[in-house]
């Protein structure tokens, strides 16, 4: 059995909706539907009624809901009795990032901060944004930096949790240029003839920008989605061969834009969207854990952006 499906019940329990749990744990309703079903045949039994709306538990379900609790929070008592034995780590600040960061953002801010604190150790764990949050909320990292946009802001209360502003970012259509230096594809795409889109996966964090992005494009995209993933990496290398549009931040496509290998694929300013970049951690005051290296990176975070 799958940890995750008992975190999709203890969802399902909470929300009483397939789609309101599938969003909020990033997977498409089919996806979490079969999540539900999977620990239904491990158990061996119904746990959800399906035949009442909102959806309620059965009270097989409602005696496994408790028990799910039970077990999520021992298995997160054990995974933190085991970090308190890292004391030789203490010096070690560990990183969440969904990927997309990790492999654009991060090494970069990482270098600059070093310019302050030569000595500094580091763990990147890359994430989809879901689960770096889970990470920062599990006690699980000291550190998490994500994206935020209003239209899309993490759950995190405020009461627990502070956040700093780190830089920005904007998100905007990208394609291969062509013989003449112009893009293969290009929105909003003319009458009758639909664009190829290379779609991150429905649910994803970036995927909700760019519904955003559309939504408030001055005329509606004729995209034909041909391809989806969870990484705007592998959108990126799609839009490279070629097979269509992609929505990509830009500090992922410097190099290639130098280059002349992908190009904008749409008019300046516009089906585009600028997004913060964030770090967040827990309050020292409720902190579960209270690493001097951290506390001296938030310091001196803290003073550069006032």
Same mark, same amino acid.
């Given at each position: ?141 000291? $550190?998490?930096? %994500?994206?935020?946009? @209003? &239209? ?6 405020? !009461?627990?949790? #502070?956040? *700093? ?48 992005? $559309?939504?408030? %494009?001055?005329?509606? @995209? &004729? ?6 993933? !969870?990484?705007? #990496?592998? *959108? ?56 001097? &290296? ?13």
């Amino acid at each position: 059995m799958d940890t995750k499906w008992l975190e999709d019940f203890v969802s399902l329990a909470e929300t009483r909706s397939f789609s309101r749990s599938a969003q909020l744990r990033h997977v498409t309703q089919p996806a979490f539907s079969r999540r539900i079903q999977a620990l239904e045949a491990w158990t061996g039994i119904d746990l959800v009624d399906r035949s009442s709306y909102p959806t309620r538990l059965t009270p097989a379900g409602e005696t496994f809901h408790a028990q799910a609790l039970e077990i999520l929070g021992a298995l997160q008592a054990t995974r933190n009795m085991m970090r308190s034995h890292q004391a030789a780590g203490q010096d070690m600040i560990e990183f969440a990032v969904p990927h997309t960061l990790a492999f654009t953002f991060f090494p970069h801010w990482l270098m600059d901060l070093r310019q302050r604190f030569p000595d500094l150790k580091s763990r990147l764990t890359a994430l989809n944004v879901h689960d770096a949050v889970l990470r920062l909320t599990e006690g699980g990292c000291d $550190l998490l930096i %994500a994206y935020h946009h @209003a &239209a899309q802001p993490l759950q995190l209360s405020s !009461d627990r949790y #502070e956040m *700093l502003t780190l830089g920005r970012e904007t998100l905007a259509p990208y394609a291969k240029a062509d013989a003449d230096g112009q893009p293969m594809f290009r929105l909003p795409g003319r009458l009758g003839v639909r664009v190829p889109f290379l779609s991150y996966a429905s649910g994803a964090y970036m995927a909700r920008l760019v519904e955003v992005i $559309l939504k408030e %494009a001055p005329q509606p @995209a &004729a995209l034909d989605p041909i391809y989806e993933t !969870d990484m705007a #990496e592998g *959108l990126k290398a799609m839009a490279l061969e070629g097979h269509g549009l992609a929505f990509l931040p830009v500090s992922s496509v410097g190099k290639e834009l130098k280059a002349r290998r992908l190009v904008p694929a749409a008019p300046s300013g516009s089906f585009e969207l600028t997004m913060e970049v964030r770090i967040y951690r827990e309050r020292p005051e409720v902190a579960r854990h209270a690493k001097p &290296a951290a506390q001296a990176v938030w310091d001196f975070l803290r003073q550069r952006q006032g």
